[in-house]
Protein backbone atom coordinates (compact mmCIF):
# COMPACT_ATOMS: atom_id res chain seq x y z
CA UNK A 1 0.00 0.00 0.00
CA UNK A 2 1.16 3.50 -1.01
CA UNK A 3 0.13 6.57 0.11
CA UNK A 4 0.77 9.73 -2.50
CA UNK A 5 0.55 13.20 -1.56
CA UNK A 6 -0.93 15.03 -4.18
CA UNK A 7 1.09 17.65 -6.19
CA UNK A 8 -0.90 20.20 -7.61
CA UNK A 9 1.79 21.09 -10.11
CA UNK A 10 2.85 17.66 -11.48
CA UNK A 11 0.39 16.02 -13.85
CA UNK A 12 -1.28 12.96 -12.34
CA UNK A 13 0.44 10.10 -14.57
CA UNK A 14 3.76 11.80 -13.76
CA UNK A 15 2.70 11.44 -10.24
CA UNK A 16 1.86 7.68 -10.09
CA UNK A 17 4.86 7.26 -12.75
CA UNK A 18 7.23 7.90 -9.49
CA UNK A 19 5.60 5.40 -7.50
CA UNK A 20 7.76 1.96 -7.36
CA UNK A 21 6.60 -0.43 -9.90
CA UNK A 22 5.37 -4.23 -9.14
CA UNK A 23 7.89 -6.49 -7.99
CA UNK A 24 9.55 -8.68 -10.73
CA UNK A 25 10.07 -11.04 -7.51
CA UNK A 26 6.06 -11.34 -7.73
CA UNK A 27 3.65 -13.35 -9.63
CA UNK A 28 2.91 -12.82 -13.23
CA UNK A 29 0.84 -9.46 -14.09
CA UNK A 30 1.24 -7.92 -10.41
CA UNK A 31 -0.09 -4.47 -10.00
CA UNK A 32 0.83 -1.60 -8.16
CA UNK A 33 0.97 -1.32 -5.07
CA UNK A 34 -2.58 -0.15 -3.72
CA UNK A 35 -2.65 3.52 -3.81
CA UNK A 36 -3.74 6.20 -1.41
CA UNK A 37 -3.97 9.61 -2.47
CA UNK A 38 -4.18 12.79 -0.37
CA UNK A 39 -5.87 15.42 -2.10
CA UNK A 40 -4.52 19.00 -2.58
CA UNK A 41 -6.30 19.88 -5.79
CA UNK A 42 -9.84 19.23 -5.70
CA UNK A 43 -10.63 19.56 -9.34
CA UNK A 44 -12.81 16.55 -10.76
CA UNK A 45 -10.28 16.26 -13.62
CA UNK A 46 -7.39 15.77 -11.52
CA UNK A 47 -9.47 13.19 -9.35
CA UNK A 48 -10.67 11.41 -12.63
CA UNK A 49 -6.92 11.01 -13.66
CA UNK A 50 -6.30 9.69 -10.84
CA UNK A 51 -9.50 6.90 -11.21
CA UNK A 52 -7.76 5.86 -14.11
CA UNK A 53 -4.78 5.40 -12.58
CA UNK A 54 -6.19 2.94 -10.26
CA UNK A 55 -6.09 4.72 -7.48
CA UNK A 56 -8.44 3.61 -4.74
CA UNK A 57 -8.86 5.67 -2.26
CA UNK A 58 -8.67 9.56 -1.27
CA UNK A 59 -8.44 11.69 1.69
CA UNK A 60 -7.76 15.67 2.31
CA UNK A 61 -4.57 16.79 2.77
CA UNK A 62 -6.24 18.11 6.10
CA UNK A 63 -8.61 15.12 6.74
CA UNK A 64 -8.45 13.84 10.62
CA UNK A 65 -6.26 11.14 11.57
CA UNK A 66 -9.31 8.58 11.92
CA UNK A 67 -10.26 9.66 8.40
CA UNK A 68 -6.84 8.29 7.22
CA UNK A 69 -6.63 5.17 8.99
CA UNK A 70 -9.92 4.44 7.78
CA UNK A 71 -9.10 5.30 4.25
CA UNK A 72 -6.15 2.50 5.42
CA UNK A 73 -8.37 -0.22 6.02
CA UNK A 74 -10.46 0.25 3.38
CA UNK A 75 -8.68 0.55 0.74
CA UNK A 76 -6.25 -2.76 2.45
CA UNK A 77 -9.82 -5.17 1.82
CA UNK A 78 -9.31 -4.27 -1.92
CA UNK A 79 -12.24 -1.59 -1.25
CA UNK A 80 -12.26 2.17 -2.67
CA UNK A 81 -12.48 5.02 -0.06
CA UNK A 82 -14.06 8.21 -1.11
CA UNK A 83 -15.18 10.56 1.71
CA UNK A 84 -18.37 12.59 1.39
CA UNK A 85 -16.98 15.78 -0.27
CA UNK A 86 -14.47 13.72 -2.67
CA UNK A 87 -17.43 11.62 -4.18
CA UNK A 88 -19.75 14.75 -4.17
CA UNK A 89 -17.44 16.26 -6.76
CA UNK A 90 -16.97 13.28 -8.40
CA UNK A 91 -20.88 13.02 -8.92
CA UNK A 92 -21.34 16.33 -9.69
CA UNK A 93 -18.48 16.39 -12.40
CA UNK A 94 -19.62 13.89 -13.96
CA UNK A 95 -23.22 14.38 -14.50
CA UNK A 96 -22.82 17.15 -16.82
CA UNK A 97 -21.46 14.27 -18.88
CA UNK A 98 -24.43 11.30 -18.99
CA UNK A 99 -26.62 11.25 -21.64
CA UNK A 100 -30.12 13.13 -20.84
CA UNK A 101 -32.73 10.15 -20.72
CA UNK A 102 -35.41 11.06 -23.33
CA UNK A 103 -38.51 12.30 -21.90
CA UNK A 104 -40.87 10.76 -23.77
CA UNK A 105 -42.32 7.07 -22.22
CA UNK A 106 -41.78 4.62 -24.16
CA UNK A 107 -44.35 3.09 -26.57
CA UNK A 108 -45.76 0.61 -24.93
CA UNK A 109 -46.36 -3.39 -27.01
CA UNK A 110 -49.15 -4.40 -24.91
CA UNK A 111 -51.35 -2.67 -28.29
CA UNK A 112 -49.69 -5.40 -30.02
CA UNK A 113 -51.61 -8.40 -31.75
CA UNK A 114 -49.78 -11.65 -30.28
CA UNK A 115 -48.34 -12.12 -34.51
CA UNK A 116 -47.09 -8.45 -34.30
CA UNK A 117 -45.46 -9.34 -30.75
CA UNK A 118 -44.19 -12.42 -32.32
CA UNK A 119 -42.68 -10.13 -35.42
CA UNK A 120 -41.78 -7.37 -33.29
CA UNK A 121 -39.45 -9.62 -31.19
CA UNK A 122 -37.97 -10.84 -34.76
CA UNK A 123 -37.35 -7.33 -35.82
CA UNK A 124 -35.45 -6.32 -32.58
CA UNK A 125 -33.21 -9.31 -33.06
CA UNK A 126 -32.10 -7.54 -36.17
CA UNK A 127 -33.34 -9.58 -39.13
CA UNK A 128 -34.60 -8.77 -42.50
CA UNK A 129 -38.36 -9.16 -43.38
CA UNK A 130 -37.50 -12.13 -45.76
CA UNK A 131 -35.80 -13.99 -42.95
CA UNK A 132 -39.31 -13.05 -40.24
CA UNK A 133 -40.97 -14.12 -43.33
CA UNK A 134 -39.51 -17.89 -43.83
CA UNK A 135 -39.33 -18.06 -39.58
CA UNK A 136 -43.16 -17.40 -39.89
CA UNK A 137 -44.28 -19.33 -42.51
CA UNK A 138 -45.66 -15.94 -44.33
CA UNK A 139 -45.31 -14.29 -47.54
CA UNK A 140 -43.02 -11.38 -47.46
CA UNK A 141 -45.97 -8.62 -48.38
CA UNK A 142 -47.48 -10.27 -44.89
CA UNK A 143 -44.22 -9.57 -43.13
CA UNK A 144 -44.23 -5.67 -44.43
CA UNK A 145 -48.01 -5.36 -43.70
CA UNK A 146 -47.46 -6.40 -40.48
CA UNK A 147 -44.09 -4.35 -39.98
CA UNK A 148 -46.15 -1.10 -41.08
CA UNK A 149 -48.98 -2.11 -38.46
CA UNK A 150 -46.36 -2.27 -35.73
CA UNK A 151 -44.22 0.94 -36.71
CA UNK A 152 -47.98 3.12 -36.89
CA UNK A 153 -49.31 1.24 -33.33
CA UNK A 154 -45.92 1.97 -31.89
CA UNK A 155 -46.01 5.89 -33.00
CA UNK A 156 -42.51 5.34 -34.60
CA UNK A 157 -40.53 5.96 -37.98
CA UNK A 158 -38.38 2.75 -38.55
CA UNK A 159 -37.65 -0.30 -37.39
CA UNK A 160 -34.29 0.97 -35.81
CA UNK A 161 -36.36 3.64 -33.80
CA UNK A 162 -38.92 1.44 -32.58
CA UNK A 163 -37.00 -1.31 -31.23
CA UNK A 164 -34.42 1.23 -29.73
CA UNK A 165 -37.43 3.70 -28.35
CA UNK A 166 -38.95 0.27 -26.59
CA UNK A 167 -35.64 -1.47 -25.29
CA UNK A 168 -36.31 -2.45 -21.50
CA UNK A 169 -39.93 -2.33 -22.62
CA UNK A 170 -41.09 -6.06 -22.00
CA UNK A 171 -42.54 -7.77 -24.91
CA UNK A 172 -45.00 -10.49 -23.84
CA UNK A 173 -44.43 -13.47 -25.13
CA UNK A 174 -46.32 -14.05 -28.37
Do not use: W
Not at 15 to 31: D, N, Y
Not at 77 to 87: M, Q, S, T
Request: charged share 20%; proline share 10%.
Amino acid sequence: MVLVEDAPGVPVDEVIARLPAPSTAGPPGARRPRIIVMLRDDRVERILGYLRADVRGFVCHNAPLRELVTAVRVVFRNEAFLPYGIAALIIDGILPHLPHPDPRPSPSVSGLTPREREIFNLMASGISNAEIADACSLSQKTVKFHVSNILRKLGMKNRIQAVVRTRGVPCVPA
